[in-house]
């Protein structure tokens, strides 16, 4: 089955405690992103990915960082965890063909930073 | 960043009323994309839209391409209770070889019993 997995779907953590969320997709897919949702602003690019080893920042990067080894995992990285951080964070996937571009979502990571 | 009009923020609406809502953008877009969201999960595309005055149906659902591929409306039929969530429309702007997806703030739809 086609999909992408992020994990751990649910995290609370304190202030500066550095964390990984990982996402991975079984698609073979070149290019993945991140996004974090909050309410009333919709969904919002982080960091995304167009190959291995090719990262760039979406719009709202600071304190985040990504990196991509290999096709299939984009992890996200929070060094030093901020409140302002907390959020819902999905990772996405996209299979591109010829004129056509269609965005599969993971379930979802909700982080609260105290 | 950019982000998409995307209107109305909510809609209450009573079961088996149409539903319509809409996105428009200053920017051209070479795809139009709507997403629905249920609580707790991730966005499920529903519709995708790549050509100018493309007209796409899927089930009770029928979406449209703005001829200035600025705006992109959305419409759902007869609403049933499981039509509740966020509606998201996103749109997909192709810069050199590189391309970014624009996203509206979303609709809420809620249906009273």
């Known amino acids: 089955e086609a999909q992408v997995t992020q994990n751990p779907r649910y995290l609370i953590t304190v202030t500066g405690k550095k964390l990984t969320v990982t996402c991975s997709q079984n698609?073979?897919?070149?290019?993945m992103s991140w996004y974090r949702q909050d309410p009333g602003l919709g969904l919002r690019q982080i960091y995304y990915?167009?190959?291995?080893?090719?990262?760039d920042k979406g719009d709202v990067p600071e304190g985040y960082k990504v990196s991509r080894k290999e096709k299939r995992n984009f992890p996200l990285i929070l060094e030093s965890p901020s409140p302002n951080q907390t959020s819902l964070y999905f990772c996405?996937?996209?299979?591109?063909?010829?004129?056509?571009?269609?965005?599969?979502f993971g379930p979802g990571t909700r982080l609260t930073v105290l | 960043g950019q982000q998409l009009n995307q209107s109305p923020q909510s809609m209450f609406i009573q079961e088996g009323e149409d539903v319509s809502m809409n996105c428009t953008s200053s920017?051209?877009?070479?795809?139009w994309l709507w997403y629905k969201q249920d609580p707790g999960e991730g966005p499920v595309l529903l519709i995708a839209?790549?050509?100018a005055g493309e007209l796409t149906s899927n089930g009770r659902l029928t979406a449209q391409f703005g001829i200035t591929r600025k705006d992109s409306f959305l419409n759902i039929s007869a609403s049933i209770p499981s039509d509740v969530g966020i509606y998201f429309c996103?749109?997909?702007?192709?810069?050199?070889?590189?391309?970014?997806?624009?996203w509206g703030a979303g609709t809420k739809l809620i249906i009273k019993p």
């Open positions: 996405a996937s996209t299979h591109r063909t010829s004129g056509t571009d269609t965005q599969y």
């Open positions: 698609m073979n897919h070149e290019y």
């Open positions: 990915s167009m190959n291995v080893e090719v990262t």
């Open positions: 920017s051209i877009f070479n795809t």
């Open positions: 839209l790549y050509k």
């Open positions: 996103a749109g997909l702007a192709h810069m050199d070889s590189n391309y970014q997806l624009i």
